[in-house]
């Protein structure tokens, strides 16, 4: 899984580039994540339960066996004194391995009723290069 590993080296790479602060950053919140997978067409489904932050405030960016989504949910200004604190707010990002190759150039986000729902088209496999010889049997 080696490769998987390197390309979530670089989409951190790519990230830093969009988000500084997520280099150093303390996991202040974490959001939730389902993956699913569907047949007709062959796609991975992934589910990122994201209430209450700006969607022009998320970045995805995805490679063909990994995920990695990134962003801030800000706390409200003008809150008062706090009598209860239980809501997470803050940067986040979470990674996302990929169990299928997927095409990342026909992926497609959007975010919808504090879910952000990201489609990720599995790629056709390619045709093995190598000949096979076939023995053929008499029945």
Same mark, same amino acid.
């Given at each position: 899984m080696g490769h998987a590993? &390197?390309?979530?080296?670089?989409?951190?790479?790519? #990230?830093?580039?969009?988000?500084?602060?997520?280099?150093?950053?303390?996991?202040?919140?974490?959001? =939730?994540?389902?993956?699913?997978?569907? &047949?007709?067409?062959?796609?991975?489904t992934?589910?990122?339960?994201?209430?209450?932050?700006?969607?022009s405030q998320v970045k995805v960016v995805a490679s063909p066996q990994a995920l990695l989504i990134a962003? &801030?949910?800000?706390?409200?200004?003008?809150c008062g004194q706090?009598?209860? #604190? &239980?809501?997470e707010y803050g940067p986040f990002q979470?990674?996302?391995?990929?169990?299928?190759?997927?095409?990342? =150039?026909?992926?497609?986000?959007t975010y919808e009723r504090g879910f952000l729902t990201i489609k990720l088209p599995i790629a056709p496999r390619p045709a093995p290069a190598e000949r096979i010889s076939i023995v053929v049997t008499s029945s």
């Amino acid at each position: 899984m080696g490769h998987a590993a &390197e390309e979530i080296e670089q989409l951190f790479a790519d #990230l830093w580039e969009v988000f500084p602060f997520s280099r150093g950053m303390r996991r202040s919140y974490r959001p =939730e994540v389902d993956v699913y997978r569907t &047949e007709d067409p062959p796609s991975l489904t992934v589910v990122v339960e994201l209430p209450g932050v700006d969607p022009s405030q998320v970045k995805v960016v995805a490679s063909p066996q990994a995920l990695l989504i990134a962003g &801030e949910r800000q706390r409200p200004k003008d809150c008062g004194q706090y009598q209860q #604190l &239980e809501i997470e707010y803050g940067p986040f990002q979470r990674q996302v391995t990929l169990a299928d190759d997927v095409d990342p =150039e026909q992926a497609t986000a959007t975010y919808e009723r504090g879910f952000l729902t990201i489609k990720l088209p599995i790629a056709p496999r390619p045709a093995p290069a190598e000949r096979i010889s076939i023995v053929v049997t008499s029945s």
